[in-house]
Structures are given as structure tokens and as C-alpha cells.
């Protein structure tokens, strides 16, 4: 095993080098969703490439579809680049996905400097990428290329999945996943993802879990085109009237879900779950404070953080047809589409929920006696992940942080969705780990998106350690 | 009295010449809601004026304000353009509303020809404003210029009010109006207004009654800016449920208002006002299908007619604030304002509606135990109006009606506000009329807005005979 201090002092020498290679890849302005910077995704992919040669990587650039855009102009979707570092037989695969595009930025959306600078400013990097998701793919480069100047064996082989379209959708990423599930995927033994963030700004920790999501729309016709309230109301049904009832009885005041059945498809809470939020690292009422919110639905941290992360939990977004601009409108909506969607933990599933979701509405509906046209869908649904915490292979991510920080992390979840998790674990039927790097107040995908310059390096060091603690286990 | 067989022989001789003035009006696209066009409402004044002095009327334009336009720049307002032919001070004073403005039109908006022109197709004048509201505005004209070529002496003094802003919410009119109590004003015995619609397409009615108009905001905020449902979800109490809650309160499945104490304020139906409803040629099937509803509230042609007219209803029109774009959004909305209208009839008076309406939420409110901030406003509120259909001023319209077509009119009202109204009943406590002489089916505000050619030449003679009829009355 190499000698930590030494490896850390080799990595805090080459400081000024891993900036000047952030700095590059932030300048690359690689933003997905603008077709004026398609080329870029196309120029960062390569630029990458290059990084990965040197290291004595092989790459290969997997040819992805077209795209068309909201205006008609198809576009070429960026590559996905599959880079291999060694094919020892002897070794285990890690394989690494993280991104190369990044979200639209501007100065005129409040950025204080230029987005596509790579600014140093109180032991900050500011730029957009610089935590998502530049800086943690960067931060692999370095760790590979120390452990390499060390003259250091690195115990494993290493694969990585580098896309240009996350920030949009991940278009073509997927099919080009299950195309290589026999190939490319098939010797990877773990796969470590790091494009999320610490549950705080002083703790790291190691993420294991994802709530799922379904999405729905209920739609209610009254007639053919809007009316004016004055000439017609009174003599029909009002849609927004239905519409309203139907989304008041989906969640109680208090934030219980009053869908038949939902509840009862969670998995049972177990006493060592309890514990171990128990010593998570959150305060709630910085977390309050942050949302400026009056006041949260609970008290309790563990109740809080199972909320977000343990339980499902329903959100109303809107309505699509009725009228939603300032100042006031006398019209009777012709058609409206209430939009609400569950976020869904193990063990529940998709299908068995849209059953339950629509089976109640549609019991909701034959109550309400509205002769209106009515029509419950669901637009899209995505399953929880749950990696196994206790798997040698986060043991290995916990040893590396354990040696970079003296402490033990935290093991959290997140309550949102990063699809690519599921999509690896169902292909590879192995473990899969977030290790993030970036901190909670990083930015990203917001105005002045920066990354610590200690979590860079600390990440730095966290990912090399986590290279070599690997050769010692299997997941 | 003029010969009926000789008044209606002139006026069908001047058909051509009466076409022609439409024409010239149509022609000049005087929008209200477009700056480009502001211009082009000055124009149409001008040239209506010179129309009224034709006939010797002594005309002055009133000087209106500026109007701040929603991209910041400034315009004039277009005068108010009074006119007065005949001071008798033996006679009584007839004042005549109408306005001189028209909506927004467009090829590309679907019209079949250009909105701009007069087109003459299968016995239909169509064009902007050929019956919203210059072809009754010219059949004035055309009615007074008859008379007057036939040597009858009119038997009233004439006051017009012509406005050119009505499309755009009538701006400074009601002030010029109050400042003219006094003086313009001070010695009108009746005022009629031919601005509205009869209610099918062959039978002719007169005008008594408009609903009044209460609109508020239910405003919820959460916390300080939109939230990820995934990130978020779970922890706050989502405002999107507290509204949605709130406002199926509102009103039943079956329309009824569930607001403590509107119901109450309804002046009680009479048994002879049911008889006026029962003789009403109205086809609540052609209603239907016009509307393509699947179901009225009622099959009942009284009831149907009632709720438009006679008892107030509740729309629920929209939320601010919340996602209302196509696709899905998966957010938690900071803040949602929702807004919904009565419209208010006799006895109701928005002071006391407000607070019905203001106690009855607040008293929900309580009872939902929120710790989101609520709040809930009026931000305008008009009066209805009801006038005496049975005084000697509608007796004159019924005559002149009787006279033309050989038919009684119906009494009818409008579910919908025409202000100004209002204001010309309040200002001089004298009986108003409305007047209509275009069809249901003139797609007023729509695409190929028409006026039958039948109905601006009949709407043309039964002014006539109308101005002739008001010597015999006194309101």
C-alpha cells in the first residue's frame, strides 16, 4: 500500500498543474443545451480524450444519434467516450461514469465573472463545471496520473463512461449502455459515480440510495374552447373545480400521502436505518434557514431526512391550460392538466403504483359526478435505487475518506433522481457507489458554481486512496 | 309620426351608401391594444366627427391622458369625442354610447379575408369591427341622416359619447364622464347603448340587466424561491396543496357556491320574472352544441338562463406561479397565487361580497393549519346593473322593435360587464337601454367578425323609429 503522506504531499505539489487542467476544461464552454455550443461538447470530449491518452488510457468514441431541438434544427448528439486503463486479468474493473457538458451560463444571469473563466477567489474556483461535473472527472485524471508519477501500481483496471448530455437528459446514453452490457460492461466489478455533493459544507460522505419517480397528469375536457366567465358561467362544470378536488385529496395537510395503497408498498423502517441517520451530520434549522421556508414538517432530524430520502412524497407542480400570468383573466379553462408526481423508495414499483394512483382517482372520479371528460396518465416513472452500504466496495470509499479526513462519513441518500445509477447497477448486477467531492453550497447548476479548492485536492486524495483500496475487495 | 312603409323604403334605397360609410369605418384599423395603431384611432375620431357634423351636430373632443404601454413607452390617449344635435329645451335628451376602437386582427390570425376590408359575401359584412362596434355606431348615423333627408323632425335633442378605448378597458372615459356630470351630462334622459348581441340569431331583444364582477387572489407562500421536489420533497408544506385545498372549497361539484353568505345576498325571483325567463326564444340544445359541453348544470331552459343572468357563479380560472408549461417540471412552487371571479348580481354588492368571501378563507385557513403565509385580496370589483324594463324608455325600443321585425322583443340580460353602463345609470339616475342589433353569431373579438346585412339595415330602421318613439316618453 502506498504511504499516504507521501501521496498526499506529491498531489498538494502538483496543486497549481490540477487547476491549470480544471482551468482548461472549464473554458471549454460545453453546454448541452444550447445548439450554438454543440461543437463545444464535441471539442471537450476530445480535449478529454487526450488527458486520458496520456495516461495510457485506450478511448473510443461511441457514435450517439441526432437530436432535434424545440426549433426543428437537428443536431448531432456528442459522443460517449469509453476510455480502458489496463486489462490485467489478475485485477478487478472499477468503472467511472461521470460528465463533460455543463449547464447554460451567462454573466447576465447574475454571475459576478465571466462562467467560462476558471476563477481563484478566497480558496474558491468559480466557473460553471468546476463542480459539476468537470472538477470530480478532473480529479480522476489527477489521482490516476499521481499514483502513475509515483511509479505506484494501481491494483485495479479502470474503465470510464464519459457523456456530453447529462444536463439534457442523457439523450442516447442509456442505448448505448445496453448495447455494451456484453462487452464493454461486462467485466466491471463496481462502478463509482461522483457528480453529487456533501450533505453539509465540513462532512463527507457516501451516498447509497435514490428515490425513484412517477409522474402524472389528469386531465378534465368541458368543452371545446375557453369561455368568458360573465357570458357562460354558471352553465357548465367548471373543470378547475374538479380539478382542484381531485388534487385536494391527494395529500392531507400535514404532507400524508392519501393514495390507497402507497403507503403500505414502503419498505419497513429497520432500527440499525434509524441509527445511522441518527448520526448523520445536519442541522434543521440551517437547512430551514437556507429555504427561508416558516417552518418544515417536522422537528426531528431523522424524520426530516427519512422525508426526503426513506419515504415517498407527493408534489402538485401545476396546472397546463388554465391561465397563469399576473393580473386577472375572466376565463373559464376549455381543458386543464393537473401535474403532480411521487418520489418512491424500495419497495416500490412503477407499475404498482400507477395502479394505485389511477384506481384512485378514477374511485375519486365516479364520486364526483362531473360530466366532464376526465383522464388519469402517467408521463413517466423511474425506480428507487438502493446500493447495499455495508458491500467492501463502499467499505473501500469509506477507508479513502477515513485516510484523507480522520473521520468516518456519513451514509446518505438523495432524494432527487441521477438515472445512470440504476442503469449501471441493472447492467452490471454490481455494486454501484456515489462518492461526491463538491460541497452542498457548490452551486451547481445556479449563478457563482464553484468548487472548494480543498475539496478538489482533499477529492483528489480521497480518489487515489479509494484506486488502491480497492485491489483489496470484491463487491 | 313618420310612415313606417317610407322611412323603411329610404333607408333600404340607401343601402349602398350606407354599406359604403361600414366600409370607410372598417377601413381604417383603429386598435386600441396595439401602439402602432394608436394613431389610426385619432384618424377614425377625426372622421367620424366629420360624419356627425354632416348631420349639424356641434362636436368636441375631450382630451384624454397618456397611457403607459406594458414595454414602458407612452402614448396619448385618443379623446372622447362628444357631439350634441338639436338643445330644444322643449325636448328631452337622448345620449348615445358607442365606441370608435376595435381588437386586434390579423390574416395571420385565421381570418378568411382581410380583417381590414369590408367584404361582402352571402349577404354578411364581414371586417373588425363591423359589429363590435362600428356598424351600430354608423347605423346611428345612417338612422339620424334618414330622418333628417326626409324632413321628420326628430323629437329629441341627440348627445353622442364616442370613445376610443373601450377594447383597451375604456381608460379616463369614467373620468371624463364624472367631470361632465354637471355640464354634458346634466339634462340626458335616457341613455342607450347598442353594444351587445341579441341572444340567438333571428329574434330581437332588448337589454336590462348585467352581472357585476368580484376577482380575488389567494396567495400561499412556501418559501423564497422554487424548490427540486426530489431534493425538497417531503420536508416542506407544499402551498400547490393548501391552494388546491382552499379553492375545491369554493363551490360544489354541482356549481353551487359554498361561501357562507353570497347566496343570501340574491335578490329573491319573482313569479313574474319566471314568466319573462319562460318567454324567452332561447334553444338550450343549439347552446350545448355551440359549446360542444357534454352536460349543462340544468337541461332547464329558465335555469340555464337564470345562472347566466340571475344568480352569481364562481370561476375558478387559474394559479400563478405554479408550472404551467406542456411536458413535466418536477418543482416545488415558492409561491402560488390562485384567482378566482363571482359574478354578482341584485342585491349582492362587492363590499359585502368581499367579505364574505375574505371571512369564509380566512375561517378555512384556520382550520387547515398551515405554516405557510396566506393571504387573500380583492383586486377589483363592479357592481351589477339592472335597469326597468318595463319603464316608458324600453317601451319606446320595444315599439320601434315591434315595428320593424312584428315582434315583441325579449327581455334579456348579459352574464358578462359592459361598465360604462353602470357609470351612465350612476351619473344621470335616469334609465339606461342596451340596444343590440347585431346576431349571437357576429364572432365579436374573433376571427371573421361579420354583421348581417339584414341586421345593420333593420338595427339601422329600428333607431330611427326609436328616436321618433322617445318624443312620445319620459323615463
Not at 10 to 34: G, M, N, T, Y
Not at 224 to 237: E, K, W
Request: aromatic share 8%; charged share 25%.
Amino acid at each position: 500500500m502506498v504511504d499516504f503522506k507521501k501521496l498526499s504531499d506529491c498531489i498538494d505539489k502538483k496543486q497549481k498543474e490540477f487547476i491549470e487542467r480544471l482551468r482548461h476544461a472549464v473554458e471549454i464552454p460545453s453546454v448541452s443545451a444550447e445548439a450554438d455550443h454543440r461543437n463545444d461538447i464535441f471539442r471537450m470530449i476530445d480535449w478529454t480524450q487526450h488527458e486520458l491518452e496520456s495516461l495510457g488510457a485506450k478511448c473510443e468514441q461511441i457514435k450517439n444519434g441526432k437530436q432535434e431541438m424545440p426549433d426543428g434544427t437537428v443536431l448531432d448528439l456528442p459522443p460517449v467516450l469509453f476510455a480502458t486503463l489496463g486489462n490485467d486479468k489478475s485485477k478487478k474493473t472499477l468503472c467511472i461514469y461521470g460528465h463533460l457538458d455543463v449547464q447554460p451560463a451567462a454573466l447576465s444571469d447574475g454571475w459576478d465573472t465571466d462562467p467560462f473563466k476558471l476563477i481563484e477567489k478566497d480558496g474558491k474556483l468559480f466557473g460553471r463545471g468546476s463542480t459539476d461535473d468537470k472538477g470530480p472527472v478532473m480529479a480522476w485524471i489527477n489521482a490516476i496520473q499521481t499514483l502513475q508519477e509515483m511509479k505506484v501500481e494501481i491494483p485495479i483496471n479502470i474503465k470510464f463512461v464519459l457523456e456530453g448530455m447529462e444536463e439534457s437528459g442523457s439523450v442516447g446514453l442509456d442505448d448505448i449502455l445496453i448495447k455494451h452490457k456484453d462487452t464493454f460492461l461486462s467485466d466491471v466489478e463496481f462502478t463509482c459515480i461522483s457528480d453529487s455533493y456533501w450533505l453539509g459544507k465540513s462532512k463527507p460522505c457516501l451516498a447509497y440510495g435514490l428515490r425513484g419517480l412517477c409522474y402524472y397528469c389528469i386531465e378534465i375536457a368541458v368543452c371545446q374552447q375557453d369561455l368568458h366567465s360573465g357570458v357562460f358561467g354558471g352553465t357548465v362544470h367548471e373543470g378547475m373545480s374538479d380539478l382542484c378536488w381531485l388534487m385536494s385529496q391527494l395529500i392531507d395537510a400535514d404532507g400524508t400521502i392519501k393514495i390507497e395503497g402507497i403507503n403500505e408498498q414502503v419498505a419497513p423502517v429497520t432500527d440499525e436505518e434509524i441509527e445511522l441517520y441518527k448520526k448523520i451530520d445536519f442541522n434543521i434549522d440551517d437547512y430551514r434557514n437556507d429555504l427561508k421556508a416558516h417552518k418544515l414538517v417536522s422537528d426531528d432530524k431523522v424524520k426530516i431526512l427519512m422525508n426526503r430520502w426513506r419515504f415517498p412524497s407527493l408534489s402538485i407542480h401545476g396546472i397546463e391550460g388554465a391561465f397563469a400570468g399576473p393580473g386577472a383573466k375572466t376565463v373559464i379553462p376549455a381543458k386543464v392538466i393537473g401535474k403532480f408526481s411521487l418520489r418512491i423508495v424500495p419497495n416500490m414499483e412503477p407499475k404498482a403504483v400507477d395502479k394505485c394512483v389511477t384506481d384512485y382517482l378514477n374511485k375519486l372520479w365516479s364520486q364526483r359526478k362531473s360530466p366532464n371528460q376526465f383522464k388519469v396518465y402517467p408521463t413517466k416513472g423511474s425506480r428507487p435505487w438502493l446500493a447495499d452500504y455495508k458491500n467492501p466496495h463502499y467499505q473501500a470509499g469509506a477507508k479513502a475518506i477515513e485516510t484523507v479526513f480522520g473521520t468516518e462519513p456519513d451514509y446518505i441518500c438523495e432524494g432527487g433522481s441521477i438515472p445512470v445509477t440504476l442503469t449501471f447497477q441493472e447492467l452490471t448486477q454490481k455494486n454501484v457507489m456515489l462518492l461526491p467531492i463538491g460541497a452542498c453550497d457548490d452551486m451547481a447548476h445556479s449563478q457563482n458554481e464553484k468548487i472548494n479548492i480543498t475539496n478538489y485536492m482533499d477529492g483528489t486524495k480521497v480518489l487515489a486512496v479509494y484506486l488502491m483500496e480497492l485491489g483489496n475487495c470484491s463487491s
